[in-house]
């Protein structure tokens, strides 16, 4: 029983989080494309001085190593994003479909509530339902 609470708390998350998330993924995607533009390691009296030990004072290795560290956010983000997109058909009530496409869309309950003529009580007992549902597959992956 607290396995699928747990379950449910982490699809109930990710569903709050897929619009941002998608966002993000798309511009350090964009920003990722120009790699390393304009970077040069230092020569001249500089590149003989001596170095802290334990780091390098290559601007280009070091922009290496942040870029990495961003690709890993990217593709944390892609892990639990998958998460929902591999249950979206699981989904099967248009109104609950229709509740589901908006909070993927960012928008918040009570603007889906005017935008369907509901109460938002109402969106969030749908809300509860789709959760319910997208839980009910097993092998939720690990995504912390």
């Known amino acids: 029983m607290k396995e699928a609470a747990s379950k449910q708390k982490e699809i109930e998350?990710?569903?709050?989080?897929?619009?941002?998330?998608?966002?993000?993924?798309?511009?350090?995607?964009?920003?990722?494309?120009d790699a390393g533009e304009g970077?040069?390691?230092?020569?001249?009296?500089?590149?003989?001085m001596p170095k802290p030990q334990?780091?390098?004072?290559?601007?280009?290795?070091?922009?290496?190593v942040r870029r990495e560290k961003r690709w890993k956010v990217i593709y944390k983000y892609r892990d639990k994003i998958s998460i929902i997109?591999?249950?979206?058909?699981?989904?099967?009530?248009?109104r609950e479909q229709e509740v589901l496409h908006w909070i993927l869309e960012g928008k918040g309950y009570s603007w889906i509530a005017r935008?369907?003529?509901?109460?938002?009580r109402h969106i969030r007992r749908l809300k509860d339902s789709i959760v319910a549902q997208m839980s009910e597959m097993p092998?939720?992956?690990k995504t912390s």
């Open 13 to 33: 998350n990710i569903l709050k989080d897929y619009h941002w998330m998608m966002n993000s993924i798309k511009v350090l995607r964009d920003s990722m494309d």
């Open 39 to 48: 970077l040069t390691a230092q020569y001249g009296e500089e590149a003989g």
């Open 54 to 64: 334990g780091t390098t004072s290559d601007p280009v290795y070091r922009e290496i």
């Open 85 to 94: 997109q591999d249950r979206i058909h699981l989904v099967r009530d248009s």
């Open 115 to 120: 935008h369907m003529g509901l109460s938002e």
């Open 139 to 141: 092998n939720l992956p």
